[in-house]
């Protein structure tokens, strides 16, 4: 089955009104209909626009080709066991993933940030998604015992959107792609403390179709939060634990986010092993279980909810 995906039009910081109607395709056609409306768009700065927008046919499921949930394979950090292990045992079952790539200034044996990121420019040739990890991978000062230096409690949200936005820069320069998603280092979602401290969520949506978190539950299509999506951490987990996460997602319909390091070397890492038993697994089950990166469920998922989205009323 072949999805058309939607063209989305974002109107920052706009109320809009419009007649919404529907247009009904041919009796022979295999599209169900197609919703559009004009609206009447009211921007801050007093300028008056108005926008024919096509929202999209009605999507019967949120996953494709009558798959029952979504498992989406999400590697951090870019390690060397990655491209070293677990890209060749992705390539060879054609499983597609997401690998998060934090666009560092530098890293031991690279010379500069391009450099870095020059490897995975190969990567997203073969159809995975290279996801926004920030530039300097900044965290908590809790996971040390010094107060000196630069952390999230330090940070505003100024500071974090420029340093997002400068690893975006680097990585449509270096590796390409329309649109990726994005993965919160260390899971957390704030900066300053105290009083201070703010969720940067929103920022992150402003610019993300959908960001990765950490959850203890696989998402819901309808209702997960697209720009804090759930995750299962699973370093050092058996494979038959890993599936029995993807078992009880299927039952559930969800989508399952696993957040994976390294494979084989590292203190987060994965055994070889386990992370074969997962991709066997799946690569027997991909006729109901859709496995893609984050990106390209985080994009039919949008559809979809759009496509259910009830008439736009005139007021």
């Not at 677990?86 to 031991?108: G, K, M, V």
């Given at each position: 089955m072949t999805h058309r995906s939607a063209r989305l039009v974002q109107l920052p910081a706009a109320h809009a009104v419009g007649l919404a109607k529907y247009t009904d395709y041919p009796a022979n056609s295999s599209r169900s209909r197609v919703l559009a409306f004009s609206c009447l768009v009211h921007y801050?700065?007093?300028?008056?626009?108005?926008?024919?927008?096509?929202?999209?046919?009605?999507?019967?499921?949120?996953?494709?080709?009558?798959?029952?949930?979504?498992?989406?394979?999400?590697?951090?950090?870019?390690?060397?066991?990655?491209?070293?292990?677990?890209?060749?045992?992705?390539?060879?079952?054609?499983?597609?993933?997401?690998?998060?790539?934090?666009?560092?200034?530098?890293?031991?044996?690279?010379?500069?940030?391009?450099?870095?990121?020059?490897?995975?420019?190969?990567?997203?040739?073969?159809?995975?998604?290279?996801?926004?990890?920030?530039?300097?991978h900044i965290c908590s000062r809790a996971f040390g015992n010094s107060r000196e230096g630069r952390y999230l409690e330090t940070m505003t949200l100024r500071d974090i959107e420029a340093d997002v936005l400068e690893a975006e820069r680097r990585l449509n320069e270096v590796v390409g792609q329309a649109q990726r998603t994005f993965c919160y280092p260390c899971y957390q979602d704030y900066v300053g403390e105290g009083l201070t401290r703010q969720t940067y969520v929103p920022l992150i949506a402003k610019h993300f179709i959908a960001a990765r978190g950490r959850g203890e539950y696989a998402n819901y299509p309808l209702t997960c939060s697209m720009s804090y999506l759930w995750s299962y951490p699973v370093e050092h987990m058996s494979g038959s634990a890993m599936i029995q996460l993807i078992e009880r997602s299927r039952s559930l319909g969800q989508w399952l986010v696993l957040a994976l390091h390294g494979i084989d070397v590292g203190s987060l890492a994965v055994a070889k092993e386990d992370f074969l038993e997962v991709c066997d697994f799946l690569a027997r089950n991909r006729s109901d279980i859709w496995i893609a990166p984050v990106i390209d469920v985080a994009r039919r998922i949008v559809d979809w909810r759009a496509s259910l989205a009830p008439p736009i009323q005139q007021i």
């Open positions: 801050d700065k007093g300028r008056l626009a108005r926008r024919r927008i096509d929202l999209m046919e009605r999507i019967e499921s949120p996953y494709p080709d009558g798959c029952r949930s979504a498992v989406s394979l999400s590697f951090d950090d870019g390690c060397g066991s990655q491209l070293n292990f677990a890209l060749p045992i992705l390539n060879d079952r054609e499983l597609l993933s997401t690998f998060y790539i934090a666009a560092r200034d530098s890293a031991p044996g690279y010379e500069g940030w391009a450099d870095i990121l020059r490897p995975w420019k190969e990567v997203a040739g073969q159809g995975h998604e290279i996801g926004n990890h920030t530039r300097s």
